[in-house]
């Protein structure tokens, strides 16, 4: 190393290296070590177009040293300080160019946290200090943009140097293949802020996700893989703050590589870590919600806080026009991630390996997945994203969903990802809402879907499809038969947020009611649905709460309610097994149960046949399904190798009247029917012989599921 030292109040410098970026625990080689062979810490962030880095370090009285940074030719600004240790505070300050209306635009008296800190410490508060200008007026009601030059340091938080250890106990991952997976998506705060048998300091935590009493549940029901909505470190708009509300579900991020502090009991690190490692320890898999497609900066003249005061037009899409400048904003959310510039795509992958190695995860859901394979702004399903990922020895071996659309051009890619990919497919839950509300000529479009919509997925197998009913970005379960309008007042916008188009039906009454027989109805609905999920081919997704009635009172958008009455869950069904919530909880255990016990189901060696049937017993391809004139689904599930030992019968009838149905004539005699489940029975699940030589009655509104045997 480079004997160039300096002092600072006590701190001993010199040139670092410019490899990893971040903050590094490194011995005196410069080589990254543990926390106890350590001689210091090397930084290292990317600027190239500033004139200077200067690293600012804090301690814990909040009294901060500036150390200017060297600049390498590869535009990475690097330095490494003698005695610095693991807890030390830090940010970085660039200097350089600062004119009105370009880009990038450089202020030296704006706090800056590391793209690649590994803990933050502290919360943006919201002020003029954060924004690298001020507005001045000119004449004629003209405004133009001035330099601010407060310091905006006392309003932001700090970013973390971090060790790397923790102690897995020897816990290895589950390795669930997706024939096998049973994928629940959760708020982790939300999931037990309300839990009313785990410790109230942990409720809503880190530590809370995993207490013995949620992983009991959460295996009880039958889960293998937890979806964790975005626990990154994030900011709440400013809007919503004025509001007095919040960015509840965390897709505004400000360190892609830092957990959320406010989701710690002290630690979110080590917390997050230990989730990890005990849901593993119960055979659970945990993939992380992801957002690379933007960040919290907003569009241009948004806050200075990371990525905009280092590089912002590497970082971000950006547009000039006029002398104007423009943040291109494919993502709603004011800016979008540019996955051209190398910067970009190097912070990105380098965020997927931390959680991977450093965090032991199990796989990503990608928001808004699409804007990751832009290259010049267009669509590539051959980008470098998807080849970086494909080529990596840790990464290739883990689960990818995408959330296949964003609001660019050529934005809808359903299909459009890797073929080792999965992705959430809409047209199964917008095709299982229709077919079931009572939405005219659905039988084929059902069918499809049914099947693993390998119609779509023809490059790739069902195996491609998460199928689900609701995730967080809409109703919950109850409130899809329970309300026809959305209800986002309390959101602050007049009602105008949120999905107009839910292909809900309320069964007559908006919201809540105490009639017996819309509740019932409401039940059985809801059974279907769940039912229909877990039968069809492709890895089924549950959303929290949907399997015990939980409602948000039909707030359909409730991305910025942090609230007991609306979006934490509601755990009282537990006192009351005649509750709804108690019958739909024990209902969809038992189907999520009956999924991961039939071979057929869960297809390992890939040989169900799905067919369709007349209620004659007749064959009937997909597509002539709608035109038949019989108001639902009747399907015949087998296997395509000859092996007939069992076979399954769903009869889906989606009319008010009840339907006779003939079971197909098989062609080996002596062959017997169990009614296995009917959703119009309480309790459902039955084992019921079926006498009437293969005649059965499908109840109105139900399903029923068959099991014939020799």
Known sequence: MEKQSSSAAGYTRARGSISPQGATLVND????????????????VYAPKAKQLILALFDRSGDETQLNMFKSPQGIWHIYVSGLTAGQLYGFRADGRWKAHTTPRFNVHKLLMDPYAREIQGEVQWCDQLFDYTVAEAEENQTYWV??????????PRSVVRASEFDWQGTEKPAISDQNSVIYETHLKGFTRNHPDIPEQLRGTYLGMCHPVAIAYLKELGITAVELMPVTSKVSEQRLAD??????????????MAPEPSLAVSDPVTELKTLVRELHRAGIEVILDVVFNHSCEAGHGGPILSMRGLAENEYYHIDIHDGQTYAL??????????????????????????WADEYQVDGFRFDLAPIMARQHRMFNRHSPFFFAITQDPVLSQLKMIAEPWDIGPDGYQLTGFPGDWQSWNDRYRDGCRKFWNGSPYQESEMAARFCGSEDLFHEQTYLATVNYICSHDGFTLMDLVSYNERHNLDNREHNRDGDSHNNSWNH????ETSNRKVRDARLRS??????????????????????????????NNAYCQDSSCITWQDWHWQTDAASDGARMQAF?????A??????????????ACYEFFSPEGHWLRPDELSHYGYPGLLVRIHSDEGDDSEELYVLMNRSSQPIKVQLPRHSKPHRRWFVMMRTDKEPSFVNEPLLLNGWYEVPANSLTLIREVD
């Open 29 to 44: 080689q410069l080589r990254p070590c543990s926390i106890a062979e350590a001689t210091g810490v090397n930084f290292a």
């Open 526 to 555: 809801r059974k279907n649905l769940l039912a229909t999920l877990m039968l069809a081919k492709g890895t089924p997704m549950l959303m929290a709460g949907d399997e015990f009635s939980n409602t948000q009172h039909g707030n």
């Open 243 to 256: 509001l007095g509300l919040s960015n509840y579900w965390g897709y505004n991020p400000l360190c892609l």
């Open 594 to 607: 009956l999924r991961r016990s039939r071979p057929l189901l869960t297809d390992h060696n890939h040989q």
């Open 588 to 592: 969809t255990r038992d189907m999520i």
């Open 147 to 156: 330099q601010n030059t407060s310091d905006s340091a006392p309003f932001m």
């Open 329 to 354: 904003n494919y993502s709603g959310c004011g800016n979008t991630m540019n996955f051209d510039s190398p910067q970009t795509l190097k912070l990105t992958m380098d965020a997927l390996r931390s």
């Open 508 to 511: 007559g009454v908006e919201g």
